[in-house]
C-alpha cells in the first residue's frame, strides 16, 4: 500500500493545507523550501500570521487577494486559482532576515467533509518570479533544459494554464505574459535579429519614443542618436549581447535621447539592463532591455554632494576659527552623543518593562490565589513560594529598568536629604558590613530638594553596594551631603545642566577605581564588571535614570587605584518640608462594595477579577473604556474604578477617569499599569489627585491600596454627606403595546441577539446585574440555533443583524406561540418596524440607547404579556 503522507511530503511541488479558520494543517518540504519556513513554527497558525506582510507599493494587494481566494472557496467549495499575486518570503542571511519579494500562482482546491462541507483547503502554490520578470534564460538553467527553442515554451505555458484555467489556448497565455510586462515599472522591449527589431514593448517605453509605433521598425531608424560618439557606444553594447551572448547592467549611465524626432537631444541618466534571449545551448534569438529613468535620482544626487562639499568647506572654516576651544567642544559632543544613547537605550528598555510588567502580573496573582488553594501541601506550597520569590526579584529587575527609562511614576516631596541620609544610617551599617568604614558628613543649612524618597533611598542604597563591592568589602565609604551652585561655565561644559543652586549628594570609595572605558559605560543598563552571576549591571543605571527624571544631574569621578566618587545634584526647592507620608501597614482586609475593574488584557482581567472577588467585593467588569461608561451610565451603584493606563479604543483612561466622576461624583479610581507613558505621568511626576497601584502587585498591596481609598470616601462622605450624582439624560420611554406590567419575579433564560461587541457585552453585563441567565449571539442564524437546542423564557433582539432581521426572527417566534417573550431594541426609537409591515402584537419594543432600569422595565412588561 502507498503511504499518502510520503507522497505529500515527497511532492514536488510546494502543497500545504488549511483548516476552516484558515490555519496550517500540513505543509510538505517543497513547501516548507520555498518559503524558508519551518513545520513546527506554522501548525495550528494562521495562514496571514506566519506570512511575511510586504508594505512595499509593489503590489499592496497580495494578501488581499490570497485572502479572497480562500474565502472564495470556503464559499463556494469550488476550486479557485490566482494567477499571479506578489508574497515576499523571510531570507535568513549572515546579516540577519532580509525580505525577499516573490511572486506565485496559487491553486485553491476544496477537501469536503461527508456533510459537503469544506473541511480543509489544499493549496498547490508555483514559484513565477521568473516567469514576471522574462528573465527565460534563467529559467532554462534553473530548471535544467538544454536545446531551448520556441516551441519549448509550450510546457512552460501549460504550466501556467493548469494554474489559471485548463487546457487555455497558447495565445492567451502570450497575452497574459505580455500583461505580466505591463505590470512591471520600468521599460521593458524585446528586440530580434541582428537589426534589433522592436518585437514587443510595454507601455512604460512609449513616452521615450514619443508614443510612435515602433513595433516592427530597427533600432537605429527609432534611435538614430545611438551612433552619436556622445553616447559611448550604447550600439556597440546591443552587438555584444546578440554576438557574444553577454549580459550587461550599467547604473546611472549617461545617455542623449531624442523623446520625439523633432525634439533636440536629451541627457538622461538610465539604469538598464541588456540580456540575450536564447535557446537552451542554440544561438541568441533577440535582446531583452529593461531600464528606469533615475534622471530625477541623480541630479538630485549630484545637488545633494554639491551641498555637502559646501558644507564641508564651512565646517571646515568654523573648525579653524575654533581651534583654540577644540579640546571642549569635543567634550562637549562627547557628553551629547552619550546622553543621546542613553536616551535611545531609555526607550527600548521603558517598552520592555511595560510588558514584563503585565507578564509579571498574571504570574503572580495566579501564584498567590494557587497559594490560597494548597494550604496543607507544605511541598507544592515550598515551590510556589519559590516561583514567588522569583517574580520579586523580576519586579524589581522591571523597577530598575523603568527607572532607567525615566518612565517610574514619582511621588516626589519636599524633603531634606540629610535626615534622609542620617535615618538610614543603621540600614547602611547592616548593608556594607563591618569591614568597611561609614563616614557621613552633613550641612547644618541644607536647602530642601523635592524628590520621591522611597526611590531616592534606593539610589542611595544602590550606590553604597556597588562601593562596597569595588573595595571587595573592606575599605572607607563617605557620603557627603551639602548646598552647590552650578555655574554658567559648568553647563556650558555640560550642556544638559541648567544653571543654578543644587542639593549635593557625594559618595566616595577607595576602590580600585575605573578605567576610562568603563567609565564611559557606567549608566548603561546591564553593563557591569562584575562576575557572571554577581550582578545585574543595573544599580548604576536606576540611579542615573530617577536622577535626570528628577531634574537633576550627575557626575562621576574615578581614577585607576584612587577609588571612585559619584555626585548627584537635585534641584533646590524653595517649599518648606512635606511631611512624612501615611503608609497602609497591618494586617489586609476585604469589602462589599462595588468595584468596577477595566482591563483589556483576558489574563490580567480574569486574575484581578479573581483577586478582588476573593477579597469580599462586588466585581463588574469591562474589556475597555468605552465599556465601562456604559455600566458607568446605567446607574448600578459603584464605589471605585480600578482601571489600567494604557488601553485600547478612543475612550482613554484619563477621561474614564473624569466622566466617572461627573456621573458618581463620589467615586474613587485607582489606576494600574506597568509603563504609565504620558497618561498620567508629566514631567516624570505622578498628576496631582491621581492614585496609582504599578503593576505587578501583590495581593496584599491591592487589597491594602483598595482598602485605603475606600476608607477615604467613606470619612469624606460623613464629613460632607454623599454628594448628589449629576441627573442622567433622560432615557425615551419604552414602548409596548399591551396594558402596564406586573413585576418580574423569577430569574429569567433571555436569548440576546446582538453584533455590535460593545453592546452586546454591556447588554449581558447589565442583564447579569439583574439576576437574569443570558446566552448571547450575533446573528437570527444562530439564535434560531440556540432555539432548537434549548428553551427560553425571552428573546432580546436587535431590529438590524446581518442575515435576516431581528424583526422577521421576532414574527417567527410569535406565530409559532411557544410561549417566548420579545424585546426588539431598535436605534430608530419606538418605530422598529419598517412602513407596510404587520404589526407585532405582544413584542415591546426598547429604544436604544438603554439603562439598565429602562432593561428591567422592558423584561418585567415582556413577562406580564399574555
Known amino acids: 500500500m502507498i503511504d499518502s503522507q510520503k507522497l505529500f511530503d515527497s511532492a514536488p511541488a510546494p502543497l500545504m493545507a488549511l483548516d476552516r479558520e484558515l490555519k496550517y494543517v500540513a505543509a510538505n518540504q517543497a513547501y516548507l523550501n520555498a518559503t524558508s519556513l519551518r513545520r513546527e513554527d506554522i501548525i495550528g497558525r494562521n495562514v496571514f500570521e506566519v506570512l511575511p506582510q510586504d508594505t512595499r507599493p509593489s503590489d499592496p494587494d497580495g494578501t488581499r487577494i490570497l485572502r479572497e481566494s480562500l474565502e472564495r472557496v470556503l464559499t463556494r467549495r469550488m476550486t479557485d486559482v490566482v494567477p499571479m499575486v506578489a508574497q515576499p518570503i523571510s531570507r535568513a542571511t549572515q546579516s540577519g532576515p ?382 557627603e551631603v551639602g548646598n552647590a551652585v552650578l555655574d554658567e561655565h559648568y553647563c556650558r561644559l555640560h550642556p544638559e545642566v541648567l544653571p543654578g543652586q543644587y542639593v549635593l549628594l557625594a559618595v566616595s570609595d577607595t576602590g580600585g577605581g575605573m578605567t576610562p572605558e568603563v567609565m564611559e559605560r557606567a549608566f548603561e543598563p546591564f553593563f557591569t564588571t562584575k562576575p557572571e552571576g554577581r550582578g545585574t549591571g543595573l544599580g548604576l543605571s536606576m540611579v542615573y535614570g530617577f536622577v535626570k527624571q528628577s531634574g537633576g544631574h550627575i557626575k562621576l569621578y574615578s581614577e585607576l587605584g584612587h577609588g571612585t566618587t559619584i555626585k548627584l545634584y537635585m534641584p533646590r526647592a524653595v517649599e518648606a518640608e512635606s511631611q512624612d507620608a501615611q503608609v497602609v501597614t497591618g494586617p489586609i482586609q476585604g469589602g462589599t462594595e462595588t468595584i468596577l475593574v477595566v482591563e483589556d488584557d483576558a489574563e490580567v482581567r480574569a486574575t484581578v477579577v479573581e483577586m478582588v472577588s476573593e477579597l469580599g467585593y462586588r466585581v463588574l467588569k469591562a474589556v475597555d473604556a468605552a465599556s465601562a461608561l456604559v455600566i458607568l451610565q446605567s446607574g448600578v451603584p459603584i464605589e471605585m474604578v480600578f482601571t489600567d493606563v494604557v488601553m485600547p479604543g478612543p475612550v482613554r483612561s484619563p477621561e474614564l477617569a473624569r466622566q466617572a466622576r461627573e456621573l458618581h461624583p463620589d467615586i474613587e479610581v485607582l489606576f494600574t499599569s506597568g509603563y504609565t507613558e504620558n497618561a498620567i505621568v508629566h514631567g516624570g511626576r505622578l498628576d496631582a489627585g491621581v492614585q496609582l497601584l504599578s503593576k505587578p502587585y501583590s495581593r496584599e498591596e491591592l487589597a491594602r491600596k483598595l482598602r485605603q481609598l475606600l476608607d477615604g470616601r467613606q470619612q469624606k462622605l460623613a464629613v460632607r454627606g454623599p454628594t448628589r450624582a449629576a441627573p442622567a439624560p433622560t432615557p425615551p420611554p419604552v414602548s409596548v403595546r399591551t396594558p402596564a406590567p406586573a413585576a418580574a419575579s423569577r430569574r429569567l433564560r433571555v436569548l440576546l441577539v446582538e453584533d455590535d461587541e460593545d453592546v452586546r457585552s454591556s447588554a449581558c453585563e447589565l442583564m447579569d446585574l439583574l439576576g437574569h441567565e443570558v446566552l448571547s449571539v450575533t446573528s437570527a442564524e444562530e439564535a434560531r440555533g440556540a432555539m432548537a437546542a434549548s428553551g427560553f423564557d425571552v428573546l432580546f433582539t436587535d431590529v438590524t443583524l446581518p442575515g435576516a432581521s431581528g424583526v422577521d426572527l421576532a414574527r417567527e417566534v410569535t406565530e409559532r406561540k411557544t410561549g417566548m417573550k420579545v424585546i426588539l431594541a431598535s436605534g430608530h426609537g419606538n418605530v422598529a418596524l419598517p412602513k407596510g409591515d404587520a404589526p407585532l402584537e405582544g413584542v415591546v419594543v426598547l429604544p436604544k440607547p438603554y439603562s439598565l432600569p429602562q432593561i428591567q422595565a422592558a423584561l418585567e412588561q415582556a413577562v406580564s404579556l399574555p
Open 98 to 479: 532580509v525580505l525577499e519579494e516573490r511572486f506565485w500562482t496559487y491553486s485553491h482546491e476544496p477537501l469536503l467533509d461527508a456533510s459537503g462541507n469544506v473541511a480543509f483547503i489544499l493549496q498547490q502554490a508555483v514559484d513565477v518570479t521568473d516567469l514576471r520578470s522574462t528573465d527565460l534564460a534563467k529559467w532554462a538553467r534553473e530548471d535544467g533544459r538544454e536545446g531551448f527553442s520556441l516551441d519549448q515554451l509550450a510546457p512552460l505555458m501549460a504550466r501556467m494554464s493548469t494554474v489559471q484555467e485548463n487546457n487555455e489556448k497558447l495565445e492567451h497565455e502570450r497575452r497574459y505574459l505580455r500583461q505580466l510586462l505591463e505590470t512591471l515599472p520600468g521599460v521593458v522591449a524585446v528586440l530580434r535579429g541582428p537589426d534589433f527589431v522592436f518585437e514587443m514593448v510595454n507601455e512604460n517605453y512609449l513616452p521615450f519614443v514619443g508614443f510612435r509605433n515602433i513595433v516592427g521598425l530597427p533600432l537605429l531608424q527609432v534611435r538614430p542618436e545611438l551612433k552619436d560618439p556622445k553616447n559611448k557606444g550604447v550600439y556597440n553594447l546591443f552587438e555584444r549581447v546578440f554576438h557574444q551572448g553577454e549580459s550587461i547592467s550599467m547604473r546611472a549611465f549617461k545617455i542623449n535621447l531624442r523623446k520625439k524626432e523633432s525634439d533636440p537631444l536629451q541627457e538622461l541618466f538610465l539604469d538598464f539592463d541588456y540580456r540575450p534571449i536564447r535557446l537552451p545551448g542554440g544561438p541568441v534569438l533577440a535582446v531583452l532591455v529593461y531600464g528606469q529613468d533615475v534622471t530625477s535620482r541623480v541630479l538630485a544626487e549630484a545637488q545633494v554632494r554639491h551641498y555637502q562639499e559646501h558644507l564641508e568647506e564651512l565646517v571646515r572654516e568654523r573648525t579653524r576659527a575654533l581651534e583654540e576651544s577644540e579640546a571642549e567642544r569635543r567634550k562637549t559632543e562627547a557628553q551629547l552623543r552619550q546622553s543621546q544613547k542613553m536616551e535611545a537605550v531609555g526607550k527600548l528598555t521603558g517598552g520592555v518593562a511595560h510588558d514584563f510588567n503585565n507578564l509579571l502580573q498574571v504570574i503572580a496573582g495566579n501564584l498567590q490565589l494557587l497559594q490560597r488553594d494548597l494550604v496543607g501541601n507544605e511541598r507544592a506550597l515550598s515551590r510556589v513560594q519559590t516561583a514567588t520569590r522569583a517574580v520579586d526579584r523580576g519586579a524589581k529587575l522591571a523597577s530598575q529598568l523603568l527607572s532607567f527609562a525615566r518612565r517610574q511614576p514619582l511621588q516626589p516631596l519636599v524633603v531634606n536629604v540629610s535626615k534622609l541620609v542620617r535615618g538610614m544610617d543603621d540600614l547602611l551599617r547592616r548593608t556594607l558590613g563591618e569591614e568597611v568604614e561609614l563616614e557621613t558628613s552633613t550641612h547644618k543649612e541644607l536647602w530642601n530638594t523635592a524628590l520621591d524618597p522611597n526611590q531616592f533611598e534606593n539610589v542611595i542604597i544602590n550606590l553604597a553596594v556597588n562601593a562596597r563591592d569595588a573595595m571587595n568589602g573592606s575599605g572607607k565609604l563617605t557620603i
